[in-house]
Every structure is written in C-alpha cells, then in structure tokens.
C-alpha cells in the first residue's frame, strides 16, 4: 500500500503564490514519475505537472513559467510551487505517483484563487 498526503493548499489572491506538498509513505520503493494534477468543478481532471526520477519535467502549457515541479527521491516527497497564480488555477490539485506501473493519489487539497 502506498499513502500520498498533500499539503499546502488555501485561499491566494490573484498574482500570489502557493506551495504544495506531497509526501510518500508505504510501499515507495522504487517511485517512477510523481506528478500534479488538479480538477476544477465541472471539468475534468488534467495534469499540471509531472517529474521523473531522473528528474526530466513536463508542464501543461497554461501553467509554464508559473509553476515549478520538484521531488526528493530520498525523503519520497514532492512540491509543486506556485506563482503568479490566476483564477483559473483554481481547483482541487492531486498528487500522483507511478510505482512499478501502478499509479496512486493523493486525496486532493483545494487551491481557490480570488480577490
């Protein structure tokens, strides 16, 4: 069994910046990819952010130059910081873990945008 807990997530003006956590426990042996995703009401759940162990990074296109993914394989945590943060980033935001295959999530934290 693997457990993902994230942390981070509230309330942020426009333009401000937040920092999400994900920490891994359990059976983490050997974790592939850890990545982002979020779901915004009414939408379907999209990825925002992935890195590998060897550290390659892909970004969805409306967050580039905005959010920073990073992991530490030793800790099996992960971050994902946030910046200049827009409305439209607003929606419950997933950890995601690929091990051997198999991929795992975080029950969500909320991340609202608004003024």
């Known amino acids: 069994q693997v457990q993902l807990v994230e942390s981070g997530g509230g309330l942020v003006q426009p333009g401000g910046s937040l920092r999400l956590s994900c920490a891994a426990s359990?059976?983490?042996?050997?974790?592939?990819?850890m990545g982002w995703y979020r779901q915004a009401p009414r939408k379907q759940r999209e990825v925002v952010a992935i890195i590998t162990s060897g550290g390659s990074t892909y970004y969805a296109d409306s967050v580039k130059g905005r959010f920073t993914i990073s992991r530490d394989n030793a800790k099996n945590t992960g971050a994902l910081e946030m910046n200049s943060l827009k409305p439209e980033d607003t929606a419950v935001y997933y950890c995601?873990?690929?091990?051997?295959?198999?991929?795992?999530w975080g029950q969500g934290t909320q991340v609202t945008v608004s003024s």
């Open positions: 995601n873990v690929v091990i051997q295959s198999f991929s795992h």
């Open positions: 359990g059976s983490t042996f050997s974790i592939n990819a």
